[in-house]
RNA sequence: GCGCCCGUAGCUCAGCUGGAUAGAGCAUCGGCCUUCUAAGCCGGUGGUCGCAGGUUCGAGUCCUGCCGGGCGCGCCA
């Protein structure tokens, strides 16, 4: 529809142009804005304001012109200047319900594109370290980096999801000596217990089930408890298996799933970490200085440089996430998205700059960064504190088992991903009308009743079946209503586009209100059979955009509430 | 001190590449169930878009400075 309008301007445009009114050496393209007032059309056009200079006449003069050369069309009823020079499109209304049968036809398809042509992209997230269960932080990672995923498949991506773990390292020395320690028999409070050792009430459940001989399994790893307390290699292997299986249980129950699993440890045991170190000394980025080797970062954007060898002979963290990333883009990845917590920001000029001094051609602003912003959560109106260390801080499976899976997807995706975000436990976990996300389900639900109730009366409409004259449309809320729904493409390409999921929520809250307003203004099982299944119609495709924005977002729409 | 992010209605938040009188929800006040699920609908109240300049036909949106909040500035990850 918008393209119709934009191919119109084209023409009027390049007419303009030939005829010398405006300068031919440059191009003009019109950008279509969607109108907020319903008294300025369906679309608005800016372009005579833009181009005005160039054609050296007043703006309304110029769309006066504009408007003169517009080619006929079916599809627009009428055409206004308004205001400073705005040209204002009306569309017609038989065109207005093209879309109910594009919806129907294509089902859940409607609303993807190709655009992505198969290209692959990779998206890291969640990518906790395996030393306890995954906080409301890494909730609002899973539930952004997966919604992004889906997004980007929507688009015609071919999508990977990464998960990458430190399995190696201080924290999990530290977490090894937790769960030995407890293993022992010691607490935290008592004077022998490790300086920084992790607090929580799980690493006596580590300890308890590697005292007790327990399997567990974790990616492609099987891992058995030696019941030795003195074996501490021993202790780290199952107690990292332990967890990330805990986590595995987490995002399953979060409904996220992931392609590959890293391990940081791989890095060094495929020699990747001394690849780049050469290759990174090759180059002459390197020096050394005070005992350690340093990274020249400054030559690439940074405000210091980084050691990346310490005095001791090991690495610091940030040499294998650039070692990763290399290994990423000889993977084949044109596009990877990182998307972490903004505590992790200074992360990315680093990597960036390491990459950019391998000179392995990998361009400047590569990877792509989404970096969400804390999670507050509250309780009865207090602050809960999210401390790893202390071991008290609202985990994903604390909010899944009060709220639920589909709320707690909605509400960590629903909001711009750099702004702060209060997490109310209170008011998720109220199952009332408070919750957004049962107001998009029901409107889901309420239709698929109308269907249950149509069906009792003997009639059976299939949900991609398109029956009736939909010209028998003729509400405003009705065209409204589709005006809503031919929207949903180019939001699904602009959501990707910009890497903002949030997007999806709004436009569904939008859609589910319009269709409730519609719903209670006007009955659709009526006796008027003709207009009655034009109405249906409408609901299915109402039905379907909705069914396919929640699949979007990892959230359930349910077919009764 | 330096860097990144944010500051829109009492509260929680939208506002796509600057566009025409700034939008929702919750809260609050008042209406609507013998009618397809009231987990709903309709109406009212409520805003100097943190402050001050600047850029232009036009700024919540871009630039500069200030104020306020968050995060980061380790040979930790």
Not at 14 to 30: I, K, M, R
Not at 227 to 247: G, H, K, M, S, T
Not at 319 to 326: C, F, K, N, R
Not at 386 to 395: C, D, E, F, L, P
Request: hydrophobic share 35%; aromatic share 8%.
């Amino acid at each position: 529809m918008k393209e119709t309008v934009s191919e119109l301007l084209q023409s009027a445009l390049a007419t303009l142009q030939s005829e010398g009114t405006l300068p031919a050496d440059q191009t003009f393209t019109p950008q279509i804005g969607n109108t907020k007032d319903k008294s300025h059309g369906d679309y608005a056009c800016n372009i005579a304001l833009v181009a005005s200079k160039a054609a050296g006449c007043p703006p309304r003069k110029l769309a006066e012109a504009l408007v003169e050369r517009l080619p006929e069309s079916s599809a627009v009823e009428k055409v206004e200047i308004a205001g400073p020079g705005f040209i204002n499109f009306f569309m017609s209304t038989a065109s207005a319900f093209e879309v109910v049968n594009t919806i129907l036809d294509e089902a859940g398809e409607y609303g993807r594109n190709k655009n992505g042509k198969g290209e692959k992209v990779q998206v890291e997230f969640v990518s906790a370290n395996p030393t306890g269960p995954l906080h409301v932080g890494h909730g609002r990672g899973a539930a952004i980096g997966d919604c992004l995923s889906r997004l980007l498949e929507a688009n015609g991506y071919d999508v990977t999801r990464e998960f990458y773990y430190n399995d190696a390292g201080a924290q999990i020395n530290n977490l090894a000596l937790s769960v030995q320690s407890r293993v022992k028999g010691l607490t935290p409070e008592d004077e022998n217990w490790p300086a920084d050792g992790y607090r929580g009430a799980y690493i006596t459940d580590v300890a308890n089930a590697y005292m007790a001989g327990e399997t567990v399994t974790a990616d492609d790893r099987e891992v058995t408890g030696k019941a030795d307390p003195e074996n501490q290699q021993a202790i780290q292997e199952f107690a990292v298996a332990y967890l990330r299986r805990e986590q595995d249980l987490d995002l399953k129950a979060f409904g996220v799933t992931f392609d590959v699993y890293f391990l940081e440890s791989s890095l060094y045991e495929d020699g990747k970490v001394e690849q780049t170190v050469e290759r990174l000394q090759q180059n002459g980025y390197t020096y050394e200085y005070e005992g350690a080797i340093w990274l020249k970062t400054t030559e690439f954007g940074d405000d210091k440089d980084r050691v990346m060898r310490k005095k001791d002979g090991g690495y610091t963290y940030f040499l294998p996430d650039v070692a990763y990333h290399l290994d990423k883009w000889q993977r084949g990845f044109t596009t990877v998205i990182n998307e972490q917590g903004a505590d992790h920001h200074s992360t990315v000029t680093r990597v960036r700059a390491g990459l950019q001094a391998l000179k392995a051609g990998i361009p400047e602003g590569w990877p792509d960064y989404v970096l969400h912003q804390m999670v507050m959560v509250t309780r009865s109106g207090q602050e809960v504190k999210i401390s790893k260390r202390a071991g008290s801080y609202v985990t994903v499976r604390d909010l899944i088992d009060e709220v639920g899976r589909d709320a707690t997807r909605f509400f960590l995706a629903a909001r711009r991903v750099d702004s702060q975000l209060t997490f109310d436990i209170d008011l998720a976990r109220s199952q009332t009308n408070e919750n957004p996300v049962y107001y998009i389900q029901y409107a889901h639900a309420r239709i698929c009743s109308v269907l249950r109730k149509l069906k009792e009366e003997g009639v059976e409409r299939g949900l991609n079946e398109c029956v009736g004259d939909l010209a028998l449309l003729t509400l405003d809320e009705e065209k409204d209503l589709a005006n809503q729904l031919a929207k949903f493409p180019e939001l699904i390409e602009s959501s990707a586009r910009l890497r903002e999921p949030h997007h999806l929520a709004h436009y569904l809250r939008d859609l589910a209100g319009q269709f409730h307003t519609y719903y209670n203004a006007h009955k659709v099982l009526i006796e008027n059979t003709a207009v009655r299944d034009a109405r249906i119609s409408l609901y299915l495709a109402i039905r379907q955009v909705i069914a396919n924005g929640l699949d979007l977002l990892g959230v359930s729409a349910p077919e009764e509430m």
